[in-house]
């Protein structure tokens, strides 16, 4: 399984933020230049092999990236694009003991979703981590 501990982990290690600014869930009071990992829900059917379980050899991650950066619209877009980059180049991925096989970018570019309450600017990027399953 690839727990959403392990994403925040590979995405702190890309060092777009500091590892203290890169954080899971909820954090009432967002530290500015940093990145939220938030699990992202996915809708249809599971993907089971015919034989079930033990016959299935990948699972999906859904992950949301908020990018919450500071007032500056453009240093803001700037590290959601710098962040973009890292996840397409990527050639190979293996995260703790799982191997990733495919990263599917859901979004065409970092979405830009606006400032929250105290103005700071935010981007979002949607991704899919494809994974072989732990048997």
Same mark, same amino acid.
């Given at each position: 399984m690839l727990s959403l501990k392990d994403v925040?982990?590979?995405?702190?290690?890309?060092?777009?933020?500091?590892d203290d600014n890169v954080y899971m869930g909820k954090l009432d009071n967002k530290?500015?230049?940093?990145?939220?990992?938030?699990?992202?829900?996915?809708?249809?059917?599971?993907?089971?092999?015919?034989?079930?379980?033990?016959?299935t050899t990948y699972d999906t991650k859904p992950v949301s990236l908020? /990018?919450?950066?500071?007032?500056s619209k453009d240093e803001t877009e700037r590290a959601a694009f710098e962040?973009?980059?890292?996840?397409?180049? /990527?050639?190979?991925?293996?995260?703790?003991d799982t191997l990733i096989n495919y990263l599917h970018l859901m979004v065409?570019?970092?979405?830009?979703?606006?400032?929250?309450?105290a103005g700071v600017y935010e981007y979002v990027i949607w991704l899919d981590f494809i994974y072989e399953r732990n048997r």
């Amino acid at each position: 399984m690839l727990s959403l501990k392990d994403v925040r982990q590979y995405i702190s290690s890309l060092n777009i933020a500091t590892d203290d600014n890169v954080y899971m869930g909820k954090l009432d009071n967002k530290s500015q230049k940093s990145i939220g990992v938030y699990s992202r829900p996915s809708s249809g059917p599971a993907n089971i092999a015919i034989g079930g379980l033990e016959c299935t050899t990948y699972d999906t991650k859904p992950v949301s990236l908020l /990018v919450h950066w500071n007032k500056s619209k453009d240093e803001t877009e700037r590290a959601a694009f710098e962040l973009f980059e890292k996840l397409r180049s /990527v050639t190979s991925l293996t995260i703790g003991d799982t191997l990733i096989n495919y990263l599917h970018l859901m979004v065409p570019e970092p979405q830009d979703v606006g400032t929250d309450d105290a103005g700071v600017y935010e981007y979002v990027i949607w991704l899919d981590f494809i994974y072989e399953r732990n048997r």
